[in-house]
């Protein structure tokens, strides 16, 4: 079996879907870059024959009969279409499934069936607590219990987090057991995914456009912010340096020196402090004078760190 989108688009000027074209076919897995919030679940609807595009066409094996894509494509995990909801246990969204494809859908059949798939411990587990591949395999598993399904597109399967080679080996499997694979995906994952030389992953929609970090310029842009950045950090250097030439001299430590402390010294200070710039005489603070009063042992850097002394540093 082979799928062609033949240059669709969706919505005016193409905003749903902007024109598309690619293929999959039986045996094989594709993935497909579609990004914004409702890209992957169009062109998921589309290529699974759920939804008619608004220009170009959509063929399987040359012939264009959605009602033979809908009987033959299950299209997974589609977000607001065929995703199950996250607050449903897994035994519950197998259940429903296993009663779509026509077996025994009791509680004790859905708990069998995971058993059987390993999954077992999950059972009472809500779904949207599911380690990614997991899911996958699962949500993959159930679509293929339909009679007649001889493939899957699976939807925005990175949505969920984790690493993309875990889910993109789980759908080269299927496409191992002769199912058609086509994983529609967002530009991180594709990026990711063409990195992976190893899994041999096709890009059924067209070449990936090169992360900003891999432009030629990047390096030369990167390079003139740095150097910009240091002639900023000179300049603020050369600043502090001329702001500081009047100030008060400072001890080893980096502190405005603090006078020997002298009784004499404390009381004729206290009397011939100016007051501030435009400052009445008698307002200065009884703060002022109780740091004069302060003996060394009781002296802290907040106390020498006053704008009388040059201010913070």
Sequence with gaps: MRVTLHEVSKGRGGQSLPTTSLEFHSGAVRFALAETEQRPTVLGLIASGRMRPDTGRVTIDGDSNNKALRRTIALVDAPDVSDPHPDITLAGVVGEELMFAGVGATPLHARRWLNQLGFGELAGVPIGNVDPAARVRILCELAILR???????????????????????????????????????GG?????????????????????????????????????????????????????????????????????????????YAEDASDAQDSPAGADPGSVSENADADHRETPDTVTDADTDTEENGGER
């Design 147 to 185: 009679e007649g399904t001889e493939g899957i597109v699976l939807v925005a399967p990175d949505r969920h987090g984790g690493s993309p080679d875990g889910w993109w080996r789980i759908a080269s499997e299927f496409a191992d057991r002769g199912y058609a694979m086509l994983v529609v995906i």
């Design 188 to 264: 991180s994952a594709a990026v990711a995914l063409e990195r992976m030389h190893e899994l041999e992953a096709i890009n059924a929609s067209g070449p990936i456009q090169p992360l900003v970090l891999d432009h030629p310029g990047h390096e030369a842009s990167v390079s003139e912010s740095e150097s910009a950045s240091a002639s900023a950090s000179e300049s603020a250097s050369a600043s502090d340096e001329h702001s500081t030439t009047d100030a008060e001299p400072v001890s080893p430590d980096g502190l405005p020196a603090v006078p020997p402390f002298d009784d004499e």
